[in-house]
């Protein structure tokens, strides 16, 4: 969708380097979410935002944190990038908890060698 | 802990044949459920939902899905398959009111030509 974009959509990156990855809505929506894609595993819950500055863990959330200083950027953070996080990055959104869909970004290729 | 169980992983059917996709999930309150579909190359994007009302849903491109809460099931169908509907399909599912929505490890689907 328009409204969600990611940057960048490709990287290649070496371990022990620190990766940030860059998730932007145009559509005010209060939440944003990060997942990871990998196959065999499905889309797996890694953190999200559930306004400015307030932020919890998903289920894969070790090695990564983010940040929330504004209602349209959500940023991934990979402190130290290791070869197990070579993914899939997709981010989304969501305006509202009761009976609303999450919209997808386009995603980020990370390669970690 | 909520799970999302797609039955299966790897689909192959030839045109016109009929589609059923099962989604099992494991939490007994309230539930939002969805499907989502990525075709090759690209981002997720919403088949259809199901927050309430008539357990049968129908969403784009001729898919549909019914809710049975006592099998805790969401089963996506197709009464007859197209080339164009290669593709990965994803379940997931969202506990009312809670912030995030858990999918699936997704049912890639081949349509023969």
């Known amino acids: 969708d328009a409204g969600i974009t990611q940057s960048p959509r490709h990287k290649v990156t070496e371990t022990g380097t620190p990766v940030t990855l860059r998730c932007h809505q145009t559509e005010n929506h209060r939440y944003m979410y990060w997942y990871r894609q990998d196959p065999g595993h499905g889309l797996r819950l890694i953190h999200y935002s559930y306004g400015v500055k307030d932020t919890d863990k998903g289920e894969v959330s070790d090695g990564y944190s983010v940040s929330r200083s504004k209602t349209e950027d959500f940023l991934l953070t990979l402190e130290s990038a290791t070869s197990s996080q070579t993914s899939v990055y997709f981010c989304?959104?969501?305006?509202?908890?009761?009976?609303?869909?999450?919209?997808f970004g386009p995603g980020t290729r990370l390669t970690v060698l | 802990a909520q799970s999302v169980s797609q039955h299966n992983h790897h689909v192959i059917l030839s045109e016109a044949a009929s589609l059923e996709l099962g989604c099992n999930y494991s939490?007994?309150?309230?539930?939002?459920l969805f499907w989502y579909v990525q075709y090759p190359g690209q981002h997720l994007q919403l088949l259809l939902k199901y927050f309430s009302g008539d357990p049968l849903v129908k969403g784009i491109k001729g898919f549909e899905a019914e809710f049975i809460k006592s099998k805790f099931s969401f089963n996506l169908r197709k009464p007859s398959v197209q080339w164009s509907d290669t593709a990965e399909y994803f379940c997931a599912v969202n506990k009312e009111g809670d912030d995030k929505i858990i999918f699936g490890k997704g049912t890639r689907l081949h349509i023969l030509p």
């Open positions: 939490y007994g309150g309230t539930v939002n």
């Open positions: 989304a959104m969501r305006q509202a908890l009761r009976s609303d869909t999450q919209y």
